[in-house]
C-alpha cells in the first residue's frame, strides 16, 4: 500500500498534470499583471511587506517571471527549473498572505487578478497557495518531461 | 531434439536476442522507481534545475526590462507611495470629498451617506443616517437609493486610507446609472474623530 501510495505521489503522469495546471496558472497570472502594472504594484503595497522602493521593480519584473516559468511549465522546457523557482514563489506568497492574515489586515490578494475588489484575503486563499505548492514540488522532484519540447527533440 | 538441447538453445536465443528497449516513458519511470532512493540523482537533479531556473530568471529579466523600455502605459521604476499618492491612485478617477465639504452638506441635510463596510462594523456605527450597502450588492438597491437619496450629493465611505470598499461602491453605483457619487476617504474615523454626529445599530 505504501509503496503504492508512493509511486502514485511520484508518478511522472502526475507531474504532466501538474505541470499544464501549473503553467496555465502562471501564464494567466502572468499576463493580467502585465496588463495592469499600477494595479498589481497597489496590489504589493497593500501587503506592506516590501520597502517603496521596491514595489514598482516587483511589479514590473515579477509577472514576467510568472509568465517565463509558465511557458517552461507547460511547454517542459527546462521546467525542473520552472518548478524551482514555482516552488521559492509559492513559499513567499504563503509566507506573505500567512503574514497578513495574522495581522488582519482587510487587502486583495492580487494572485490572479490585480482588481482591487477581488475579496480580500482569507485562509482558504493560504490554501489555495499551499497546494500550489505541493503540486510544484512534486513536479520538482518527480518530472520526467512527458510531453514536452525538451523530449521531443530529442527523439 | 531432445529437452536438454532445446533448454540450451533457448538460452543461447535469450544471450544473444537484442535487449529490448522499453519505451522511453516507461523507462524513465523505472529508472525513477530504481534510483528514487538514491540521494545523488536528486542531487544532479537539483544542480540542473539550478541552473535552469537562473537562465529561466535572465530571460525574464531581460524581457521585463526590454517591455519597461518600449510600453507607453509603464510605471516608473521607483515609484511614489506616500498616503496621499496612494489614495489618489486607489481612487480610479473616482471624485472624492473633504471631511469638511462633506460635514457642511450633512449640517443642511443635504448629503445621502453610503456606508460601503460590512454589516457588524455598521452595527457597531456608522454616520449619522447612512445606509449600509455593500459594493456586491449595489446592482439590486439602485432604485431605493435614487428614491432615498433625491437631489442630494450621495457620499460612500469606508475606514481606513486604503480601503477601497467605498471606491468600488461609486464605481458600482455609476455602472448603474447614479453618477456623481463621491467618496469620502477614510470616512468613518474621520468623522467620529471629528466628532460629528454617528448612529449605533441594525441596518
Redesign the interface.
Known sequence: MKTKIM?FC???VLSLAFRVILGSLFLYAGIAK?VD??GF??SI??YKLLP??L???A???L???E???GG?LLLGI????????ATALFSIFAGALTINLIRGL???CGCFSTA??GGSINWFYLLRDLSLLLMSLQV???D?A?FSVT?LRK? | MTFQEGNVIRRQREITAPEEKPPYWKEAAILNIQTMSKQKVFQERFAAGVKQAALLAIISLALGVSFQAVRSDKIPWVGSWTTLSVTTQSLQGVADISLSEAFALYRDNRAFFLDARDPWSFKEGHLAGAVLIEPPDAGKQVSEIRKRAGSRQIIAYCDGAECHLGVDLAKALEKQGISSVKVLINGWSRWREAGYPIEKGNP
Not at chain 1, 527546462?78 to 523557482?85: E, F, S, V
Request: hydrophobic share 55%; aromatic share 8%.
Open positions: 509511486a511520484s508518478s511522472p502585465i502594472p499600477m504594484a497597489l503595497y497593500n517603496d522602493g514595489i514598482n521593480v511589479a514590473i519584473l509577472p514576467w517571471l509568465v517565463i516559468i517552461s527546462g521546467a525542473t527549473g520552472g518548478a524551482l523557482i482587510d487587502i486583495a482591487a475588489s520538482l522532484l518527480f520526467q512527458f523530449r527523439k
